[in-house]
């Protein structure tokens, strides 16, 4: 039987949303603790379903905890809880996310911020040929979960070295190749949500299972491994 998540997630958050504050949080530790506790069995509970359909070399549930050094926010918690997926090996790339906050949950798959080496294939492999890509995009089940990618980071413009009249410019100019879906606060505390969300994960298989093949080979299709 699945883990539910509890509409106390939502009443804590939303309380260090209104006290984010080491005082408060020190005072609250014990509703922490066991928020923290129960998140963590649900993010657990995730990973063993998403090892039914795929290979899972790790799950890192991100600790409340905000590096401040470098930010002009100081708050020192975040207010939501967070937990990403990494595929094993080389062979397998991209990951799958889950974040609950209070009216902002998620589930995200695919491919943040892709390295520069990275990005420049991808984006050369759309440029040779960009059909299989969007025909995999465009299946039924992607587009009724995600309708289509997520409107990230693009440029304004062509790649330097692409042409700004290819026909698959759209694709050319995203920074980011990431599909994902946006539940309200409703859905998350459902008995369904956790069901919801491997039913997600599992119809986005063969996009990163694309993505992997595109990039552990060069343009003729021979391994780089």
Known sequence: MSIQIDASIFKFLNSLKENNTREWFAENKAWFDREDAHMKSFFAQVMDGLKENDDIEEMKAYRIYRDVRFSKDKSPYKIY???SYKRATEML???YHVEVA???SFIACGFWQPNKEDLYRIRKEIETDASE???IINTVEIQKIFSGFHNGETLKTAPKGFDKEHEAIELLRKKDFLLLKKFTD????SVNFYD?????FRAVR???DYMSDVLTTDLNGESIF
């Not at 409703?186 to 505390?189: G, H």
Request: hydrophobic residues 40%; charged residues 20%; glycine residues 8%.
């Open 81 to 83: 809880r967070s937990c």
């Open 93 to 95: 790339r991209g990951a």
């Open 102 to 104: 209070p009216g902002a």
């Open 133 to 135: 890509l969007n025909s």
């Open 186 to 189: 409703e859905e998350v505390l």
């Open 196 to 200: 919801d969300v491997l039913y997600a």
């Open 206 to 208: 063969p996009f990163l």
